[in-house]
């Protein structure tokens, strides 16, 4: 091949190396890692503050009614219709708080309200978790049926049981007594077995039947192993019902007549048709904020429980 056929070609030329990109042997400059961690910090905290705000407005729209049922209890009957309303009462009549007392069988009524309530949640929780642990843990025959079963229950609508019950506990003398609010309840509620039943789901049935084997009783198991196991999912269910059974009204205005034996909700009741005619409002605001109080206590006592409650279900599975 002769010199004048060879095709020469020009060298090329160094490609332009990135500055800190792959094979430049050089690191990242803190240019772009500092502006996308800058980046996401912004986002992260634009997204806590939109958050924040979302929460305050829905804690303002959710306390106001509260805020108002307690301004308004401390306000005279012309300061309740005055335009633009207020909100701070001017002047504070605090005498609305001692004139419940005597306007009414309000301190009766919020000892039956507490005597049903309290020995339906403390006693029902207990039966509930026990009847959620057998049909949980324990071996026995045809134990899903008679769940099933159970949970039928919760289809029947209480207005097709008024007449029944009431005839059941009229014929045994129970009428116009607490009887026909609290032994129903003693026996447990199928909201609450089903519930706990679902919780003891995630507890390992080889606890139970290594504590079997070393000789305890299912009383001990339970006792020792599954109440504190399922201590804030039961604290949870009995907030729920405890208040369902404080701020029941149906059930004792078809059982209860006589005055001393009304629960608090009858009572209040009775105030609002007694005093709204003579616009006394700050006296059933009054008993009213009141009637409140019990539910925020037990709320404010077990909210540990719940949060604990919450933490545990999201996090299963």
Known sequence: MSAQNVITTPPLEPAHEIPGGAGSGKPAGPGRAGRGSRSAKETLRLGNILTTLVLSVGAIVMIAPLAWTFSTSLKTKDGVFELPPQWIPDPFVWENYARIWTAGPLLSGIQNSLIVAC??????????????????????????????????????????????????????GWVDTLLPLIVPGLFGNIIMIFFLRQFLNSIPDSIVEAARIDGASYLQIFWTLILPAIRPALAAQFILWFMAMWNDYLAPIIYLNSPGTQTLQLVIANFNAQYAIQTDYPLIMAASFVALLPVLIVFVVFQRQIIESIALSGSKG
């Open 119 to 172: 020995s339906v949640t403390i006693v029902g929780s207990l039966t509930s978790a026990l009847a959620a642990f057998a049909f949980a843990k324990m071996r026995m025959p045809f134990k899903n049926v008679l769940f099933l079963g159970l949970l039928s229950g919760l289809m029947i609508p209480f207005p097709t049981l008024m007449i029944p019950q009431f005839t059941i506990f009229a014929s045994i």
